[in-house]
C-alpha cells in the first residue's frame, strides 16, 4: 500500500520552483508547496508474497489496485 502522486504534478512543481531560483528568489522565500492529487495504491501482488491479506474495505478504498 502507498500514496502516490502524480509525476506530471511534481514535474511541473519542480519547473515552477527552478524558474523561481533561476531569477534569483532566495530558496528560503520558496515556500514548501504539497500535492494536490493523491492516489492511494494497493499492491495484492506484493502482498500476497509478504503473507497480508488486504481487507475488502481497503480494497474498496483504493485509487488503483495492482493484482
Not at 47 to 58: F, H, L, N, W
Request: hydrophobic letters at 45%.
Amino acid at each position: 500500500m502507498v500514496l502516490e502522486t502524480s509525476a506530471v504534478e511534481q514535474g511541473e512543481k519542480l519547473a515552477e520552483m527552478t524558474g523561481k531560483v533561476l531569477a534569483g528568489v532566495n530558496v528560503e522565500n520558496i515556500p514548501m508547496q504539497r500535492p494536490h492529487n493523491v492516489s492511494f495504491v494497493v499492491n495484492l501482488k506484493a502482498a500476497k508474497e509478504y503473507g497480508i491479506d488486504v481487507p475488502i474495505q481497503t480494497l474498496s478504498v483504493a485509487s488503483r489496485v495492482i493484482r
